[in-house]
Each structure stands twice: as structure tokens, then as C-alpha cells.
């Protein structure tokens, strides 16, 4: 109940000719109000107003009558409470403001240039002691601990003196300072009991907007957006600015604080404060991981860490209230702060979900099956249980939810077909090639490509994994980007950012429970309407399945003519061109055989199709002068065969065979200048087709690629024209 | 078979396009090593001389940088005494990349352009910083000695 909301009703009552502005300031006011009455912080009229476990039921007259002494005591004791208003007109909407013109011009003027490959080092004989400290420190490398230590410091300061304030804040208004009479504890505590809470609150949102710029500054120099959200955003990213300067400016002023000595300035309530706290030790933290450049992406356990403390503060809290209330010792209304209500119980919900499926999950096999093999059986693959590092918490959680409803999503009750479980062969070879990430810096991260080793013996499989990297690791995949992650994000740089990945999953979440909603509404509408609703499930299950098509023996289908048509199969064509008279029976006939021949995959058979296919094409191509676009076309329409046409294949068709039969073709060996640099660097006659990472050098081919790589161990591949090192490469195709 | 296509190719390059100065004769028998030959500059210390040297390419020749060594005796600070000359490129910064007739074109520059900077023989290097008199003076001495 609030004091303003008491002064602005008292006097729209005496004010009573200007109705219009008593509406108007009841309107302004209404916010103050239902946050006021959320937090419930006003003793005075609480305590005045009928409690014990029901809601007043004049809980609503309470803002509109208030008794006049009430209100001058309410305005006697609060001066101010802050609205919502206020907020827009405060110095933190300011400092936001100034935070997202920084933060935007930063990101779009602090990118790295690319260093120049070549440099060969130019010396100075006779340099100054200022020139030598200036080349000590210039150029900055940014990826080095120490430089980042160096830039992050003076932030780094000011975040942990907050962190240390808050800290000891929480301490004494839990009344578990250390009581020294003197020494530096108790100095600390005296010194800290005598600031303003507003000196506090503006002095946090300081810190927190210099780490945040620091960060992105940074990051920017860097220019390497490894798995962080936003190219600049740092790790300041799941971070919502906005909402923390409301909490500070809404509780920096002393209308919302409920402990308040005589002569010391005021203080909110400890939750609140621990509310406050729990942001800040998440992003002390990842300023602190930023300083390593490994780890600055790392956002899992400083988000899990801060969920956790904040889940258990909020249902500790809660617990605590109603046990408190049931014997009477307290208010109704909750101490928690209203704001942080709604995140909580969204990641209550999400935990209880995806705890409520496990543990179904398992009991349904240890019932059954008298152990629990896979306590995630049909929740997803395993990828989808493994965090990666630089994932939120809460989208993690919004992730594993969506998968547990999914598998409670009724979705197998038709299904009855039992498990088949194939002996897998004993050794099984999976090869995954490489991938790389390109922004307009450069190359941000290459991935390696691994060999999948799965053997089985008796019943154990056993599962290695070797990565391959430098000359071996073939890059197959390179995912150009503007320097932002896919699943970027949406708002103001730096101020306000939602995760799209998080939007993602949340409508992912929503329209599951929609669907299984609405399925329940349905088979709550059978029971109602008095069908049997076993039945309807038993029809649905004997539905004829699709039979898959087999491909059957050639004989079985066509009996009398199996002789006939093998040797007749090459050679129907010809008898095509040459104008013979073929049956409808026999066109038929080489139509319906072609997908066995695709089947077939010894080596003759391919010959004979390529054989075929580049007669066809050069048959195509005499008859009419074709367009280019026309000779692609054609090249595939006479290309057979399981795989699609490769530009060699092509090429290879171009070359009429009977000038070069099937040969892959080699230039020529002129020495003029072009061959020079179309050729490999390393034996200059076979074309260059290996493209290095992350140098970019296009210099060689793949046979001395392979030389490269047997030569030396990984961490020693360096590319052969500016000897960076190499992480891996990919084979390119000039047409 | 990469090494003996890429030095057929090498070789086909020097004698086609010559690095001025300089011949290159290939062993008949041994296309691994090149003998050659350096007509020093009108304009360097040198005046006059020609001077024998021998690449010898390593069996895994793109991959590993070739030796130079000079046979006949030159008062220069980057060769000493066993006719070893320090070229950076045939040492820690070589590179696959780099062809043969750019090995040639550094040892005529290297040759016809002494310079005191990170000297093989430091005396030498010394007097031509000093006494540059003297040093031409020897230079042209050991040319008529030995490289005529």
C-alpha cells in the first residue's frame, strides 16, 4: 500500500472540480500502485488491513479510502515512492540510453583489419627507449591473457568492489556481519552502513555498463565471435539491462526499503538485495572469464550457477513465507520481489517437466524391464542432452523441456511395432569432415573432422574418437556469417537482448503444449460424447501400413523374356538412333529396369553407364549448337548414375573421347605464366586444388597435400607459400 | 616422383629464363645437383670474377630447403671459408613455394651487393664497414687469385 498512491487519492478527493486530472493522476498512478501493493512494503497499512491467510476482501477499497491519518503518517515515514515513470526520466534511462549508442558505434567501428600475411619484419638500427616501449605494446595482441587482464583491470576493479558492497549489504541486513569492535572487517562494515542506497544502486549500474563496454571492446579488437550469441555482445549477453537499472532505481530510493535505523540511511529488504546480488555475481564472473580468451564464451555454469542460487532463493523464500504465515508470525505478501516471480516459475515448470519424464521414463523400465538401460530412452539424441559451453542455461532448460514433452507427446500409442535390434558389424568407420566458420574478419573457428571408430565385442561397444586436424582434416563446410552466430539475437545492443535460439525454443515449447492440450480436449470430447476411445485407438493402430518397395529380381517379374532383354539392354538405344522400330512393350520394359541398374554398383556396370552416357552427351552436342547453360543441362541429362554429376565428370565430358579417352586431363606443360600459377607450388603440374585454412592460401594439390601431411605431425602443417600454420583445408573445384 | 617432376621443372625455367649472370649445368647423371656458375657485375667488388657453385637438393627436395656451397674462393662477409653463404630462405624461412631461379636471383644479388649486415665472416664484414679501401682492394686480389 503506498504513500503516494494515498496522497494522490486524498487529494483528487479534495480536488474534486478537476475530475479530469484526478482521473489523469489515478491513471499515472495506477502502476505505483499494483507494484506497491505487490511488494507490500508499507508496514503502516498492512498491518492494518485484516491478514490471516484470505485476502482482504476490501483489498481493492484500500487504495481508494484510505483515512487521512493514515496517509500523512504513510507520507510522514516515505516521502517518495519511485513509479514506473519515474524510471524514464531517471539517470539510468540516460546511461541506457548513452549505453546503446556506445555499444552500437562499437560494434560497428571496432573490427579488426586483417593482418597482413607477408610481412617480413622491417628492422630499425638505431630506435628510441620511447620507440622501443611503443613497439612493446603496439600492436595489441588481444588474444594474450595478460593484454586482456591488462584492459579488463580497472572494470574488473570496480565490479568486484561492487560485488564486495552488495555482499557485505546482504550480510548485515541478514544481521550475519561479523560484530568486531575494531580492525578492518568492522571498518569495512561501518563504511558500508554509511552509504546511500541510491550512491550504491547508480555506482553498480555504473560498473556493470563499463564491463560491458570493456567487454565489447574487447571483443571487437578480437574480432572473434567463437560461439558467443552476438559478434560484440561478450558475455554480457544473456543479460537484460534494462529490467536490472529498473530494479536499482526502483529500489535505490527509500520508499521501497522497509529497514530503516534512525540515523543511517535506509536499505531494502534483504531479498531484494540478494535479488540484486545474484545478476552481479554473474556478470563479475563473466568479466572475469573474459579475461581468458578460451573461456570467454563460456557461459553455462555462470548462467547455471546464477538459475540455481536465484531458483533456490525464490522457493526457499516462498517456503519459508508460507510456513511462516500458517503459524502467523508474518504479512501475506511475499517478500520476493515481484519482477523476478515470473522467470523462476518458468524455469520451475521447465525442471519439473523434464524431471516428471525421466523419472517416468525409468520407472516404466524398471517395471518392465527389471533395470533402467537408458534412462533417456526417446527423450532425443544424445546431442540434444549435452550442453555445449557457450549455451544459456535457461535455453538449455527450454530445450530439454521441449524434448521431455515431446516424448510425452502421446506420439507412440499407435505404434506397435517392437524394437529390432540389428547386430551392428564388429567395427564400424564413421568419418565426419571438418567445418569452418567465416566472418568478415576472417576465419573464426574451424571445427576438425573426427573418425568415428565403433566396435563392438560381446555385447560392448566401444566408441573412439579421433580427431583429425592440419593436412588430414578436410574442411567440407564453411558457414559464412556477418560475424554473428545463426541464431542471433533481437533488441538493442547492450541493453536489451533475447536469444533467438531462445525464442526458438520457446514457441517449440508453446506449440507442444498447445498440441497435447488440444489432443487432451479431444479424447476428453470422445469420453464425453461416449465413444469407446480403445476402439478408436485400436482402428487407428491396424491401418494398413505403406508397404515399402521392394525391389524384386528381374526374373520374378518378367519370366518369359529374361534372356532377351540382358543382351538387348546396351543395345537398344543404338537401335533407337538408328531409326528401328521399337514396341511400346519394350520401352515399357528398359523404363522399369532402369532402377535396378541403379542398384548395381560393380565397377563394369558404371564403366558401361559412362561409357554411355558421354556418347549421349556427344551425340547431343553435334546435333545443335547448344547454349552454355544448354551443355550443363544436357551433361546432366546424360549423366547416370547414383551420385550427381561432379564439375571433373564434366569437365571430362567436354574433352570428346576419342581425342583423350578417359584420362583426367592434365594441361599442358607450357611454361607460360598462367600455368605457373594455376599449378601446385610444390611439384607445378598438377592443378592447385587445396585450399589452406585459415591462411586462405589456394596453393597446391592433393597429392602433395597427402606429402604434407605424412611428413610431419598436425601441430607442424604449415601452409607452403606464408608458413602459417594449418588447420585444415578444403579441395576446390575450378571450372 | 613429385621431387624429380618439380626439379625436370625447375631446370626447364633457369635455362629457358636465365637469371642474368648466372649458368646453371645440371649433373648428367644426377639431377640433384646443379652446378653453376656466377659472372660477377661490372659494378660490384667483384669486377671480372666467375664463380663456381653447387646446388645440391635433398631427396625430398620442395619439402626441404637446397644447400649452396661455393667452390671457388670469394672475399665476401656472407661466405666463408667452406663456401657456405647465408641466405635466410634456404635456412629457417624456406618455404615449398620457393623456386630455384628466386634461389639464384638472391645469390646474384647477395653476390654482387656485400653487405656488412649479419656477416658469415665478421672480419670481413668489419673492414667493409670500416675500411671499405682495403676491402675492395683484397676482394679484387682474391678475384684475380682465384676466379679468373
Not at chain 1, 482482504?56 to 507520507?75: D, G, I, L, S
Not at chain 1, 536499505?267 to 538485495?273: E, S
Not at chain 1, 546396351?570 to 538408328?578: I, N, S, V, W
Request: glycine letters at 8%.
Amino acid at each position: 500500500m503506498s504513500a503516494v498512491s494515498a496522497a494522490t487519492a486524498s487529494a483528487s478527493a479534495s480536488d474534486s472540480k478537476f475530475v479530469g486530472k484526478g482521473v489523469i493522476d489515478a491513471l499515472a498512478a495506477f502502476p505505483t500502485r499494483l507494484l506497491s501493493a505487490w511488494t507490500g512494503d508499507e508496514g503502516n497499512t498492512m498491518d492494518a488491513a485484516p491478514i490471516r491467510g484470505t485476502w482482504p476482501p476490501t483489498a481493492a477499497k484500500r487504495f481508494e479510502v484510505p483515512t487521512t491519518e493514515a496517509a500523512t503518517a504513510a507520507q510522514a515515514v516515505t516521502p517518495t515512492l519511485p513509479g514506473p515513470w519515474a524510471f524514464f526520466t531517471s539517470s539510468y534511462m540516460l546511461g541506457l540510453f548513452a549505453m546503446a549508442i556506445l555499444m552500437h558505434r562499437i560494434q560497428n567501428i571496432v573490427v579488426p583489419t586483417r593482418p597482413p600475411g607477408h610481412s617480413f619484419g622491417t628492422r630499425r638500427r638505431d630506435r628510441s627507449f620511447l620507440r622501443i616501449v611503443y613497439d612493446f605494446i603496439l600492436p595489441l595482441d588481444v588474444t594474450r591473457t595478460t593484454t586482456r587482464f591488462v584492459l579488463h583491470l580497472p572494470t574488473l576493479y570496480f565490479m568486484g568492489k561492487m560485488l564486495l558492497i552488495w555482499t557485505i549489504l546482504l550480510a548485515q541486513a541478514c544481521a550475519m556481519y561479523p560484530q568486531r569492535d575494531s580492525g578492518l572487517i568492522a571498518e569495512l562494515g561501518d563504511w558500508v552502513k554509511k552509504q546511500e542506497m541510491s550512491q550504491i544502486s547508480w555506482a553498480t549500474f555504473c560498473a556493470v555498463c563499463a564491463a560491458f563496454c570493456v567487454e565489447g571492446f574487447v571483443k571487437g579488437l578480437d574480432g572473434v565471435g567463437v560461439g558467443i550469441a552476438a559478434h560484440m555482445q561478450a558475455n554480457t549477453s544473456p543479460f537484460n539491462l534494462v529490467g536490472y537499472a529498473f530494479m536499482l532505481h526502483i529500489y535505490s530510493s527509500p520508499g521501497t526499503h522497509t529497514y530503516r535505523p534512525l540515523d543511517l540511511p535506509s536499505r531494502p529488504d534483504k531479498h531484494i538485495i540478494f535479488t540484486i546480488a545474484i545478476p552481479l555475481l554473474q556478470l563479475t564472473i563473466f568479466h572475469v572469464l573474459s579475461i581468458h580468451k578460451r573461456w570467454s564464451s563460456h557461459r553455462l555454469i555462470p548462467t547455471a550457477l546464477s538459475s540455481l542460487l536465484s531458483l533456490t532463493h525464490f522457493h526457499g523464500t516462498l517456503l519459508l513465507h508460507h510456513t511462516k504465515l500458517r503459524t502467523g508470525s508474518t504479512k501475506p505478501s511475499t517478500p520476493y520481489p515481484l519482477l523476478n516471480y515470473i522467470p523462476n516459475i518458468f524455469e520451475t515448470c521447465l525442471i519439473l517437466t523434464t524431471v516428471l519424464t525421466v523419472v517416468l521414463n525409468c520407472l516404466t523400465q524398471l517395471l518392465l524391464s527389471g533395470g533402467v538401460v537408458r534412462p533417456l530412452l526417446g527423450l532425443g539424441g544424445g546431442s540434444l542432452w549435452a550442453p555445449s559451453w557457450e549455451e544459456d542455461f535457461g535455453v538449455l532448460l527450454l530445450r530439454i523441456g521441449t524434448a521431455s514433452l515431446e516424448a510425452t507427446g502421446l506420439r507412440g500409442w499407435g505404434n506397435e511395432v517392437g524394437t529390432v535390434i540389428a547386430a551392428p558389424p564388429v567395427a564400424q568407420q564413421q568419418l565426419e569432415y571438418g567445418s569452418l566458420d567465416m566472418t568478415r574478419a576472417g576465419v573464426t573457428m574451424g571445427a576438425p573432422g573426427t573418425t568415428i571408430t565403433t566396435t563392438t565385442s560381446s555385447g560392448r561397444r566401444k566408441r573412439r574418437v579421433l580427431t583429425t586436424r592440419g593436412w588430414r582434416n578436410e574442411v567440407r563446410d564453411v558457414r559464412l556469417s556477418t560475424g554473428e552466430r545463426q541464431d542471433g539475437t533481437v533488441g538493442i545492443v547492450g541493453v536489451i537482448w533475447f536469444s533467438r535460439g531462445w525464442f526458438r525454443e520457446a514457441w517449440r515449447y508453446l506449440t507442444k503444449l498447445w498440441v497435447i492440450g488440444w489432443g487432451l480436449v479431444g479424447v476428453g470430447w470422445d469420453l464425453v460424447r461416449g465413444r469407446k476411445v480403445r476402439d478408436g485407438w485400436m482402428a487407428r493402430t491396424r491401418m494398413p501400413q505403406p508397404v515399402r518397395r521392394v525391389a524384386i529380381p528381374r526374373q520374378d517379374r518378367n519370366h518369359g523374356r529374361a534372356e532377351d532383354s540382358g543382351a538387348d539392354d546396351d543395345g537398344l538405344y543404338e537401335r533407337f538412333r538408328r531409326g528401328e522400330d521399337l514396341s511400346d512393350d519394350e520401352g515399357e520394359w528398359s523404363e522399369g529396369d532402369s532402377p535396378d541398374e541403379a542398384f548395381s554398383d560393380d565397377g563394369e556396370d558404371s564403366a558401361n553407364e559412362w561409357d554411355e552416357a558421354v556418347g549421349l552427351y556427344a551425340e547431343l552436342q553435334s546435333d545443335e549448337a547448344a547454349s552454355s547453360s544448354a551443355l550443363v543441362a544436357h551433361a546432366h541429362m546424360s549423366h547416370r548414375g547414383g551420385s550427381p554429376l561432379t564439375r571433373r565428370q564434366f569437365r571430362n565430358m567436354l574433352t570428346p573421347p576419342e581425342l583423350e579417352p578417359r584420362a583426367p586431363s592434365r594441361p599442358p606443360v607450357a611454361a607460360d605464366d598462367d600455368s605457373s600459377r594455376r599449378n601446385c607450388v610444390i611439384c607445378v603440374s598438377e592443378e592447385r586444388q587445396i585450399i589452406c585454412w585459415p591462411c586462405r592460401c589456394l596453393s597446391m594439390c592433393d597429392e602433395c597435400r597427402e606429402t604434407l601431411a605424412s611428413r610431419s605431425s598436425a601441430s607442424k602443417h604449415r601452409c607452403p607459400c606464408c608458413r602459417k600454420p594449418v588447420e585444415g583445408y578444403s579441395r576446390i573445384f575450378i571450372p | 616422383m613429385t621431387t624429380l617432376r618439380r626439379i625436370q621443372k625447375e631446370l626447364k625455367d633457369v635455362t629457358t629464363n636465365p637469371v642474368e649472370g648466372i649458368t646453371v649445368v645440371a649433373n648428367e647423371e644426377n639431377l640433384f645437383q646443379w652446378h653453376c656458375s656466377i659472372k660477377a657485375a661490372a659494378d660490384s667488388p667483384y669486377k671480372g670474377g666467375t664463380f663456381n657453385f653447387i646446388i645440391e637438393l635433398p631427396p625430398n627436395f620442395p619439402f626441404k630447403s637446397p644447400q649452396v656451397t661455393f667452390k671457388t674462393k670469394i672475399y665476401h662477409p656472407g661466405i666463408n671459408e667452406e663456401g657456405s653463404i647465408c641466405i635466410a630462405v634456404l635456412r629457417d624461412e624456406w618455404k615449398p613455394s620457393v623456386t630455384l631461379s628466386t634461389v639464384l636471383a638472391i645469390i646474384s644479388e647477395k653476390v654482387n651487393n656485400p653487405s656488412p649486415d649479419d656477416p658469415f665472416e665478421p672480419e670481413i664484414a668489419a673492414l667493409l664497414k670500416n675500411e671499405k679501401s682495403k676491402f675492395l682492394s683484397t676482394a679484387k686480389e682474391w678475384v684475380k687469385k682465384y676466379a679468373l
